[in-house]
């Protein structure tokens, strides 16, 4: 095929009515030795089919696409449990207006704490990244207090608080459960001494604080269905309702099952004995003796007519009324 050069390097078809015909094929077909500014048109993408050689790759152009609102769940994981119970993993939840790629990151739970009760064992940040403007993160819940020979007496800060430890044999000492973050999950409870009774404290939920023994509730959040949420084992179906993020219950001596909280905390143990885990895709703190956070979980919802399909990290897919929902039980993105 003859090439003709325009001498100055550009061509006006200002005055043209008719269109500019681009060269078109398969990806294989792309030319050998492309330079910079190469524009063509491929066959096998969607949308606009044009792509450009940006000197070191070909990109997708892609048609433009306005802003539109996605409703979200961001929980992180669980804090784990030592002899205060594990604070439940921060939660927020909202609506977002936005057009970019969004990175998501599923915060894990809080690790064995048998295997190293020296150090602090709080669950890990879950989060929403976008590509322009989204920064949406919710804080891992707070590790809980141990007792005076470990890592702390006193509760974890976290998106809620890891309950109090014990000092023990110091009668009447009363070791403070970790902070919340505001906006996201609530104080731990405080341990106490008291020969028997004897409680590590209750972590805190993302509904409530944890107390002497006992953790806080979740919360109840609707942005999937109790059907869905069964099915897919995503937060805690209770009464009707889908929690997310509980706290986990404290160690007793006088009582064998600190309470956990509703929304996937791991209930309490006796004094040395294994607690329970928090549940995973929930947020739930882990129970006391020892009782690992479960996962967090971020979950988007919005307008089929708006969904693009474009995601990575193998989320569920859900349809509801008009709504698409992704649920995220790990790490991936979204386009949107």
């Known amino acids: ?115 190293n009760r020296s150090i602090a064992h709080p669950g890990s940040n879950s989060s929403i990244i976008g590509n322009v403007s989204v920064s949406i993160t919710s804080i891992g819940g707070g590790s809980g207090g141990d007792d005076y020979t470990q890592w702390s007496k006193f509760g ?80 805690e179906v209770s009464a009707g309702s889908v929690f997310y993020a509980g706290g986990g219950g404290g160690v007793t001596r006088s009582n064998p099952a600190g309470v956990r909280g509703i929304g996937g905390g791991g209930a309490g143990g006796a004094e040395f004995a294994t607690g329970g885990n928090g549940n995973t895709n929930t947020g739930g703190g882990g129970g006391g003796f020892v009782g690992q956070g479960g996962s967090g979980v971020v979950i988007l919802r919005m307008p089929t007519a708006n969904y693009s399909g474009t995601t990575t990290g193998s989320p569920v897919v859900a349809t509801d009324g008009t709504d698409t929902i992704l649920i995220y039980k790990s790490s991936g993105t979204y386009t949107a």
């Open 1 to 115: 095929m003859a090439l003709t050069k325009i001498a100055n390097d550009l061509l006006d078809l200002g005055s043209d009515t008719g269109a500019l015909g681009l060269p078109k094929g398969t990806e294989a077909q792309r030319p050998s030795n492309p330079v910079e500014g190469t524009l063509r048109h491929n066959s096998e993408i969607d949308k606009t089919k044009l792509e450009t050689y940006n000197g070191t790759e070909w990109r997708k152009i892609n048609a433009f696409v306005a802003a539109y609102e996605i409703n979200y769940l961001v929980v992180a994981g669980g804090g784990s449990a030592h002899f205060g119970g594990g604070g439940a993993g921060g939660l927020l939840s909202s609506t977002v207006i936005t057009n970019e790629l969004l990175t998501i990151t599923v915060g894990a739970g809080g690790g064995d704490p048998s295997t």
């Open 156 to 235: 974890g800060p976290g998106g809620s608080g890891g309950g109090g430890g014990l000092q023990s044999n110091t009668y009447g000492a009363v070791c403070a459960g970790g902070p919340g973050t505001t906006g996201q999950g609530n104080a731990g409870g405080s341990g106490v001494y008291n020969g028997t009774p004897l409680y590590g404290g209750g972590g805190g939920g993302a509904g409530a604080a944890g107390s002497n023994q006992n953790a806080g509730n979740g919360l109840v959040k609707t942005i999937i269905s109790t059907t869905l949420a069964s099915a897919q084992l995503v937060g």
